[in-house]
T-cell receptor
Framework: NAGVMQNPRHLVRRRGQEARLRCSPM?????VYWYRQLPEEGLKFMVY????????ESGMPKERFSAEFPKEGPSILRIQQVVRGDSAAYFC??????????????FGAGTRLSVL | EDQVTQSPEALRLQEGESSSLNCSYT??????LFWYRQDPGKGPEFLFT???AGEEKEKERLKATLTKKESFLHITAPKPEDSATYLC???????????FGTGTQLKVEL
């Protein structure tokens, strides 16, 4: 049973370029979460999605960041016009349900974004 | 505001030297507490979930406990392979997102 798959594992972009991060949840999971881990900081929630719906984007920066989870295919976190401050590890998690104390989120290995 | 605080930030133990990590939280309406382990360059790996005060869970050399204000991760006779960052997290925002502490970086030496 494959876990949460993220790709690419490492991504290098120059300032002003776009970054696309992909996440395939565990089999049977329809809830996806994105978190960001800045150097020397803890994991911070960004967005929570179900298939074709954004449920909670309270942690997403207002500009340049967007996320989607289409009916078919992986979830995508998109960062437009990247800046050096976007350099971080981005983690995706998935769960089979949401909103309860039994909602265990399983994490992928992350994508490490470096902005030159 | 929901907050999770972990201590110590870093801990160095000798192999076999037992200790405890602390996670204190301030949330309205606790919906459980999660412990994860994170190795360098990897994603958090789920360890335990605790749902109510007084609950305990064990796995190999690890034991997690929960009170109304904090949780402890007890490590008994640790080995070098237990070296990692241990994270605790609580569900917030209706239970749909996790608020993490900044972690305890544990190093176990021979």
């Amino acid at each position: 049973n494959a876990g949460v798959m993220q790709n690419p594992r490492h991504l290098v972009r120059r300032r002003g370029q776009e970054a696309r991060l992909r996440c395939s949840p565990m089999k049977g999971h329809s809830h996806v979460y994105w978190y960001r881990q800045l150097p020397e900081e803890g994991l911070k929630f960004m967005v929570y999605l179900q298939k074709e719906n954004i449920i909670d984007e309270s942690g997403m920066p207002k500009e340049r960041f967007s996320a989607e989870f289409p009916k078919e295919g992986p979830s995508i976190l998109r960062i437009q016009q990247v800046v050096r401050g976007d350099s971080a590890a981005y983690f995706c998690a998935s769960s089979p349900r949401a909103g309860t104390a039994k909602n265990i989120q399983y994490f992928g290995a992350g994508t490490r974004l470096s902005v030159l | 505001e929901d907050q999770v605080t972990q201590s110590p930030e870093a801990l160095r133990l000798q192999e076999g030297e037992s200790s405890s990590l602390n996670c204190s939280y301030t949330v309205s309406g606790l919906r459980g507490l999660f412990w994860y382990r994170q190795d360098p360059g990897k994603g958090p790996e789920f360890l335990f979930t605790l749902y109510s005060a007084g609950e305990e869970k064990e796995k190999e050399r690890l034991k997690a406990t929960l009170t109304k204000k904090e949780s402890f991760l007890h490590i008994t006779a640790p080995k070098p392979e237990d070296s990692a960052t241990y994270l605790c997290a609580v569900p917030t925002g209706g239970g749909n997102k996790l608020t993490f502490g900044t972690g305890t970086q544990l190093k176990v030496e021979l």
